[in-house]
Nanobody, 125 residues
Framework: QVRLVESGGGLVQAGGSLRLSCVVS????????MAWFRQAPGKDREFVAG???????RYADSVKGRFTISRDNARKTVLLQMNSLKDEDTAVYSCATKDVRAVSISRDPNEYVFWGQGTQVTVSS
């Protein structure tokens, strides 16, 4: 059974930084693709960043240059470093996995099988 547990959310001022963590149990990070999504109130869930089993990355245009996805294989943790945060980054952030190895990173949340419970990120101006 795959389990994903996020942490690291909180309240931060605009321009600040946060680092989110997603601890994965039940799978090795070298065996699956991983991704971060976010959902703001009244909006659809949107893709933020993804990481293939080979550690290739993909980012949404809105976060490119500000966010960095990475992983710590030994700790089975996927990280999302978020810098230069803006008001519009406020959302619940969730990590997810398709539970497969794939060359490409899907931006469609419907293709992801396992999800964490989410962690709230609030950016104040």
């Amino acid at each position: 059974q795959v389990r994903l547990v996020e942490s690291g959310g909180g309240l931060v001022q605009a321009g600040g930084s946060l680092r989110l963590s997603c601890v994965v149990s039940g799978r090795a990070l070298t065996a699956v693709n991983m991704a971060w999504f976010r959902q703001a109130p009244g909006k659809d869930r949107e893709f933020v960043a993804g990481l293939t089993w080979r550690a290739s990355t993909r980012y949404a245009d809105s976060v490119k240059g500000r966010f960095t996805i990475s992983r710590d294989n030994a700790r089975k943790t996927v990280l999302l470093q978020m810098n230069s945060l803006k008001d519009e980054d406020t959302a619940v952030y969730s990590c997810a996995t398709k539970d497969v190895r794939a060359v490409s990173i899907s931006r469609d949340p419907n293709e992801y099988v396992f999800w964490g419970q989410g962690t709230q990120v609030t950016v104040s101006s």
